[in-house]
């Protein structure tokens, strides 16, 4: 056929696949689910509200990908973040305590940042590596306790306060989604990140500052990590070692079955939204249905393994 | 010839890694509107020329003079700025994005008041561009990887016009094409020569070579074997030079 109607074709498979599979699995629950309330506004609130700290991880890990870089050690970042804040706000203002969250979630993005982009190191070994590290020094900090957070304007900000009653959690996913968006569709800070994942020596003889777009994504990355450390510690008003633990696969097969590309060069931030909507909405589900652990497991690993395969079925054409 | 100043006036560039000599004692000027084809065979030095004149490599020793100025460039950014372009032999495109993105890549349009891309500027003038050019494609929108190989190269030239006031550098531009997208490309390059601008074309088809070319240098281990005028030579002289076989 001829190559507009190929690209048709292809754009409406990419598409649908999202919103298709959000649709279908929404419905399913609806009807299987309806006497066990999981269409109640406050069951669907509460999905959206367990699923903001991965919303906001997956927006980096779009931006990561989609540079042809992967990031597997936000799970980690998450942790050493909320703890970090957790300590510091027991003894100094919100602020400080914000700011350090969030500067260790920088740090440590910037630190697989420097490691990519100007050793050259391959970005899923180094990541590999420091999950592990910073894994560590999350259980190390404390001594595995849980550290209790009692500042009642952080819980608020980043838990369970609102604003002209829209729930925190709520907004900061949307503020996340609509900056995120744009800087990726309609900056040029975006076209670059795209194009490095598409083609790096292209983007390089174009002028593009290649090492300098790979060290951004990742210190993107360990920002929205160290965000959602602070969304966690929020809404649960203690930090743990174990925050973020589960989220790697999670958030990685939320933004690969919103439509972003392992291999780089394509990535969509809305998608990685409804993405992490359908893995929440999955998790509701599951639990809902009364499945045991090991049969969510069972059955959201199935569910990641048809995302991946229709992902790269799609890239190789 | 001398009348006019040469855009590009290269004079006994020398470049060498480490100990082994790539090009030795290469001197050439080209002239605005004036074709000149780089012919030798493989690893005779064409590409370390073309990356000598980008910007990519620094020469040992040797004068650049673009205008009329003595350049050194510090990189191949810096040899974009002064108007030259150059089109790879891969093409350099990014293959998921648009036509449109392809052509601006790093240099993209913005609008004010928050620096956004603007594409829809964007988006004109790759269109008035290539209906100019007259390379056929469905859109400015459409995906690079939806193109045909004859229309990528027409993509990459036509970047390459777009941006160059003063030199294009062509790594064998038809080398994966079939016979009637070289022809395309072909026409293409001619209406380059048209606009004014300096064009150094490296190319295996020597067929080409005489179509194309006002000019013909000769290249063999590094060596600058000599300059012919295309209309004062034949393929038998060029083919000895080339293989050092009288």
Known sequence: MTASASLLQRMDLQRSVIYLGFLAIFLFFAVTLHDDGFLTTRNLT???????????????????????????????????????????????????????????????????????????????????????????????????????????????????????????????????????????????????????????????????????????????????????????????????????????????????????????????????????????????????????????????????????????????? | MSEIQPVLALTNIHKAFGGVVAIEDFSLDLHPGEIVALVGDNGAGKSTLIKIISGVYKPTSGEICLSGETSQFADASEAREKGIEVVYQDLALADHQPVYMNLFLGRELTKPPFGLLDKARMRRETQELVDELDVRIPSASSTIRDLSGGQRQGIAIARATHWASKLVLLDEPTAALGVAETAKVEELVLSLKKKNLAILIISHSLDQVFRLSDRICVLRRGKQIGVRKTADTDKNEIVSMITGVA
């Open chain 1, 46 to 317: 509460n999905i959206v509200l367990q699923t903001a700290p991965a919303t906001v991880m997956a927006i980096g890990l779009v931006f990561a990908l989609s540079a042809g870089e992967i990031d597997l050690s936000f799970g980690s970042v998450v942790a050493v973040s909320a703890l970090t804040a957790a300590v510091v706000l027991q003894s100094y203002p919100l602020a400080v305590g914000v700011l350090a969250g969030l500067g260790a979630g920088i740090a440590i993005g910037a630190f697989n940042g420097i490691l990519v982009a100007y050793f050259r190191l391959p970005s899923f070994l180094v990541t590999l590596a420091t999950m592990g590290l910073f894994a560590g020094i999350a259980r190390s900090m404390t001594d595995l306790r849980s550290i209790p957070v009692l500042n009642d304007t952080f819980t608020g900000i980043f838990g369970s306060g609102d604003l002209f009653g829209i729930p925190s959690l709520v907004l900061w996913t949307i503020v996340a989604v609509i900056i995120g968006h744009v800087v990726y569709r309609n900056t040029r800070f975006g076209a670059h990140v795209v194009a490095t994942g598409d083609n790096p020596r292209a983007a390089q003889v174009s002028g593009i500052k290649v090492p300098r777009v790979r060290f951004a994504v990742l210190t993107l990355c360990g920002a929205t990590a160290g965000l959602a450390g602070l969304l966690y510690s929020g809404r649960l008003q203690a930090a743990k070692y174990t925050l973020g633990e589960t989220d790697l696969m999670t958030v990685i097969a939320a933004v690969i079955v919103g439509g972003t590309a392992l291999n780089g060069g394509k990535g969509s931030i809305i998608g990685a939204l409804l993405g992490c909507l359908l893995m929440g909405m999955l998790n509701n589900g599951l639990i809902l249905m009364g499945l045991e652990v090991s049969d969510q497991m069972i059955v959201r690993g199935l569910i990641i393994l048809i995302a991946v395969a229709v992902s790269l079925r799609d890239t190789s054409r």
